[in-house]
């Protein structure tokens, strides 16, 4: 158990579906983040809430929207993706200063069909 | 463009010798950097950090290099273990500017019995 948990693990979606993706922290961080992983490229940084106010939007496709009903949850809402979206989406948390690193979850792998 | 770059897209070492992982970065205000392993099914896991006011950081089997003028860092790993095969991951940002840690696109680890 790493303390960030993501679900679903595995997510096979069609261009046309709606979908969301759950990230849970259990560690009283006060920071959350989505990064995207793509094959051989640098996590990419999508969005940042601190203090469940979004701190940082990286210029991501309206199709990605966020939520943060809580310092403890944050959602990826998923509508009418391409398939070069289809990547691993890892959620992590921080306390404060980005120093002490990020704990991440396990990620979902997701396939846009 | 990449502000952290990992040139080496995989390394393989025998059980025993030194690992060298290396990482360039170009913007000169990043003033704190991170290293994180990942297993394949998982999510990364920070490993050490080092500030830009030090040049060497150790940590048990672990310790990374800074060299500044060189805007370069290095991780070695003595003595690789087989259990150390992973894909690990430069990180680096500015404390101050926000939440926005920057990635490397990775260098795989093989560690050979």
């Known amino acids: 158990e790493t303390g960030v948990t993501q679900t679903p693990r595995h997510l096979v979606m069609g261009m046309t579906n709606k979908k969301s993706l759950k990230c849970e922290q259990h560690?009283?961080?006060?920071?959350m983040y989505w990064y995207k992983q793509s094959a051989k490229k640098p996590l990419e940084l999508m969005f940042v809430?601190?203090?469940?106010?979004?701190?940082e939007n990286n210029s991501v496709p309206s199709r990605f929207s966020p939520e943060c009903p809580n310092s403890s949850h944050l959602f990826l809402h998923l509508h009418t993706l391409q398939p070069e979206d289809s990547a691993l989406y890892l959620c992590a948390s921080s306390q404060g200063g980005r120093r002490g690193g990020y704990t991440f979850g396990s990620g979902t792998r997701l396939t846009v069909v | 463009d990449q502000q952290v770059k990992q040139n080496s897209p995989s390394l393989s070492v025998q059980e025993g010798r030194i690992s060298i992982l290396n990482c360039d970065y170009t913007?000169?205000?990043?003033?704190?950097f991170l290293w994180y392993k990942k297993y394949p099914a998982e999510g990364p896991t920070f490993l050490i950090s080092?500030?830009?006011?030090?040049d060497k950081n150790e940590d048990g089997r672990f310790t990374v290099f800074l060299n500044k003028s060189a805007k370069h860092l290095s991780l070695h790993i003595v003595p690789s273990q087989p259990g150390d095969s992973a894909v690990y991951f430069c990180a680096a940002g500015v404390n101050t500017g926000g939440f926005k840690t920057i990635f490397g696109a990775g260098t795989r680890l093989f560690v050979k019995a």
């Open positions: 560690l009283g961080h006060n920071a």
């Open positions: 080092i500030s830009s006011i030090k």
């Open positions: 913007n000169s205000m990043f003033d704190y």
């Open positions: 809430y601190s203090l469940e106010e979004r701190v």
